[in-house]
């Protein structure tokens, strides 16, 4: 039964079809009921018998009609596919509702379409082969109509068609589904190699995407979204490391391994992590085999958690700013330690730094923020190294283009739901972003690092075991 094929034929419009079905039936009632009332033509004799046969014959006429139905319906239930039931009538009206439109319906003259579905992916392939050639700007007119009319619940999206010589193959994949996360009774079983879930059909893979950002105004689920891959994280047994310089929600999770809040937290922080890198490289240098990964060598995955960057970055610059005039202070005192005035450049290069080499040594720097001007890491090519984009919220013209995306490659989205946005995932093949919904947690009375505490022990007997 897996990946059966239909092929569609236009032959007549859905209104046509009607009136020949209506035909047909009209047919099979007269023929049925002059044939019972034939075979009793005796009876008629008798003036009486007649209302007794005509009623018999209507019967007779009804039940044949019924049967006829039920047997074609049969038929079609045991040779043709499922979806064929689902099809044949949107296939139909599509096809009406082009012949209407004018540029359009000299380029489509009741064409054949290949339908195939792939039941274990859940993918429906139509191949619509076009008579005539059929131009660019034709197809796009046709493409929104193509999805409305196949898909009007939307509960499938179009990724991008693809053109050959003589047809159009348009691909529908499944809407995915947001994930729920019950924090009070997590369980083991969703343990993946290296790889973190974010929603039925996606998957966060540490080796293709390593580093990631989510942007998105305040309020957009930007925090609940890191909330929900540090949990992953500490259940991938994972080294945790965090900088809120907001002292916010984040701050309460103390099982990480380390927090930074203050500038100089977080500089020494990322002098830890540069660190870790470069002993990291070392050991895959000294090694035979200089192009593994660090986790190939038993290293852990390391996550850095950078919530609200451009506070991160505010700070930092108050910081320098204060130290300077502090500094200026006491120019002429000799037991004064000055204090540094750098913390920003060191902040900003130590995160480049990071983002550009440690795809190698596995160290993920995941980065939240409200507006991602290149500005805030110093150039763009900092931002297209993160390989996963999450936006949230509505999407401005401007944060499209931050992502790297034009507003050609956005899908149809609502956010009417809070952490709703979209995705990027590069190394995909992807053409077009996707429609994406963060994960909902839901806290209850629960003390966030209680909850981390959790998912960290089911990671150690996962490792364990
Ligand atoms: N994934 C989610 N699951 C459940 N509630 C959410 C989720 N995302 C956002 N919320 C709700 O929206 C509020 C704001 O989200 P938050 O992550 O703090 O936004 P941001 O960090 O972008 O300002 C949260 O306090 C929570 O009530
Ligand atoms: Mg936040």
């Known amino acids: 039964m897996k990946n059966k094929a239909y092929t569609f034929k236009k032959k007549r419009t859905n209104a046509d079809m009607l009136e020949h079905v209506m035909i047909i039936i009209f047919l099979i009632i007269i023929t049925a009921f002059s044939f019972r009332f034939y075979m009793s033509i005796d009876l008629i004799k008798n003036i009486n018998n007649i209302p007794q046969l005509a009623?018999?014959?209507?019967?007779?006429?009804?039940?044949?009609?019924?049967?006829?139905?039920?047997?074609?319906?049969?038929?079609l239930i045991m040779a043709k596919p499922w979806f064929f039931f689902r099809f044949n009538y949107r296939l139909n009206t599509l096809?009406?509702?082009?012949?209407?439109?004018?540029?359009?319906?000299?380029?489509?003259?009741?064409?054949?379409?290949?339908?195939?579905?792939?039941?274990?992916k859940d993918i429906f392939t139509f191949e619509f082969f076009w008579k005539g050639s059929a131009t660019n700007g034709f197809e796009?007119?046709?493409?929104?109509?193509?999805?409305?009319?196949?898909?009007?619940?939307?509960?499938?999206?179009?990724?991008e068609p693809i053109k050959k010589q003589a047809s159009t193959i348009f691909k529908y994949c499944r809407q995915p589904r947001r994930l729920k996360i019950n924090l009070q009774k997590i369980n083991n079983d969703t343990i993946y190699q290296r790889k973190i879930r974010l929603n039925?059909?996606?998957?966060?893979?540490?080796?293709?995407?390593?580093?990631?950002?989510?942007t998105g105004g305040t309020g957009s689920g930007k925090t609940m979204m890191l909330y929900y891959l540090i949990y992953e994280a500490a259940k991938l047994n994972s080294d945790i490391y965090i900088v809120d310089a907001k002292r916010a929600d984040l701050s309460t999770?103390?099982?990480?391994?380390?927090?930074?809040?203050?500038?100089?937290?977080?500089?020494?922080?990322?002098?830890?992590?540069?660190?870790?890198?470069?002993?990291?490289?070392?050991?895959?240098?000294?090694?035979?085999?200089?192009q593994k990964h660090a986790t190939e060598f038993g290293f852990n995955d390391v996550f850095v958690f950078i919530d609200e960057l451009a506070v991160v970055v505010e700070i930092a610059k108050t910081t320098d700013t204060d130290n300077k005039a502090l500094n200026k202070l006491h120019a002429r005192d000799k037991n004064w330690e000055k204090l540094s005035e750098d913390n920003y450049s060191k902040i900003i290069s130590s995160i480049?730094?990071?983002?550009?080499?440690?795809?190698?040594?596995?160290?993920?720097?995941?980065?939240?923020?409200?507006?991602?001007?290149?500005?805030?890491?110093?150039?763009?090519?900092?931002?297209?190294?993160?390989?996963?984009?999450?936006?949230?919220?509505?999407?401005?013209?401007?944060?499209?283009?931050?992502?790297?995306?034009?507003?050609e490659q956005l899908?149809?989205?609502?956010?009417?739901?809070?952490?709703?946005?979209?995705?990027?995932?590069?190394?995909?093949?992807?053409?077009?972003a996707r429609s994406f919904e963060t994960p909902y947690l839901n806290f209850r009375n629960l003390r966030p690092n209680d909850i981390l505490d959790n998912y960290f022990e089911i990671g150690r007997k996962h490792v364990n075991s």
């Open 55 to 75: 009623l018999d014959s209507l019967i007779f006429s009804l039940v044949t009609l019924f049967s006829i139905y039920f047997f074609k319906y049969m038929y």
């Open 95 to 120: 096809f009406e509702q082009l012949a209407k439109n004018q540029t359009v319906s000299k380029k489509i003259v009741f064409p054949k379409v290949k339908i195939l579905h792939d039941e274990k």
């Open 140 to 159: 796009q007119d046709v493409t929104h109509r193509i999805s409305s009319v196949l898909f009007p619940a939307e509960d499938y999206f179009l990724e």
């Open 200 to 214: 039925s059909n996606l998957f966060w893979n540490l080796d293709k995407q390593p580093h990631a950002t989510l």
């Open 253 to 290: 999770l103390h099982s990480v391994k380390k927090i930074a809040e203050t500038t100089d937290e977080i500089v020494l922080l990322f002098n830890e992590l540069i660190n870790e890198m470069n002993a990291r490289f070392e050991v895959i240098q000294k090694s035979n085999e200089p």
């Open 352 to 407: 480049r730094l990071l983002i550009f080499k440690s795809r190698q040594v596995n160290i993920h720097i995941v980065l939240a923020t409200q507006n991602f001007e290149a500005s805030l890491l110093g150039s763009s090519s900092v931002r297209d190294n993160l390989s996963m984009r999450i936006l949230l919220g509505n999407a401005s013209t401007v944060q499209v283009n931050q992502m790297g995306l034009t507003q």
């Open 411 to 432: 899908p149809l989205f609502d956010t009417s739901q809070i952490g709703a946005g979209i995705i990027w995932m590069d190394s995909m093949n992807w053409v077009n």
